[in-house]
């Protein structure tokens, strides 16, 4: 059957965006890994395997419009707080990936990774001091550590969240969410939705952005 030349432009736009088209599959599949942390009122998912979760998550993912939930994170609004200065809070990741995991953000509003310029390597680096702080005092050994962000689209609150986690992970999914890909010929980073804190600060100190494609 012959295609109309409405139907043949379409064709034309959809293999133009090709690349958008892998990122809209691969974004859907990581949506249903995405994430807990959001999701205060459902403290009891913490007991449900994986798929159950999925499920649950898929349904429901919260909207842009939604006010910041991290912005009020604190203790009155059901956050466990186990650290705090004037300008960063950290509290335990709410559906822990990994035995033990956390977020440090900061007390000001900045969206994600990819809103960071070159001054913001020192925030990151901040940020790292504290989870390391925290994991020193859990004494988790330094190979077992992992801290970084995620990258947009591939975020659950556009709140600027550092993870820090104490491997191992609780399942092979969980894993998926948090991988760090070495970068090559002088990049620091390889094709991911997740950046390694080092290597995001080194990105911001070379004067590059975060992104998921190499950089
Ligand atoms: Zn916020
Ligand atoms: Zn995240």
Redesign the pocket.
């Known amino acids: 059957m012959l295609l109309d030349s409405t139907q043949n432009s379409d064709v034309q736009t959809l293999s133009c965006h090709g690349s958008q088209r892998i990122h809209a599959t691969l974004f859907s599949i990581l949506k249903m890994l995405f994430h807990s942390h959001t999701r205060r009122e459902e403290a009891p998912l913490k007991t449900l395997d994986d798929d159950v979760e999925g499920q649950v998550l898929l349904t429901g993912c919260a909207l842009p419009s939604a006010p910041?939930?991290?912005?009020?994170a604190s203790k009155e609004n059901g956050f466990d707080v186990i650290w705090e200065n004037d300008r960063y809070i950290v509290f335990t990741d709410i559906n822990p990936a990994a035995q033990h995991h956390l977020q440090v953000?900061p007390k000001r509003?900045?969206e994600s990774v990819k809103s960071l310029r070159r001054a913001d390597a020192i925030m990151v680096r901040e940020m790292m001091e504290i989870g390391h702080k925290v994991l020193d005092d859990m004494y988790v050994s330094p190979n077992l550590r992992r801290l970084g962000f995620h990258i947009p689209p591939y975020i659950s609150?556009?709140?600027l969240h550092l993870h820090v986690q104490a491997l191992p992970y609780r399942s092979f999914l969980r894993r998926l969410k948090y991988p760090v890909v070495n970068g090559r010929k002088g990049q620091e980073k390889g094709f991911s939705w997740f950046v390694d804190a080092e290597q995001a600060a080194r990105i911001l100190a070379n004067d590059n952005r975060v992104r998921i494609m190499p950089c």
């Open positions: 910041c939930v991290f912005c009020g953000i509003h900045i609150v556009s709140h």
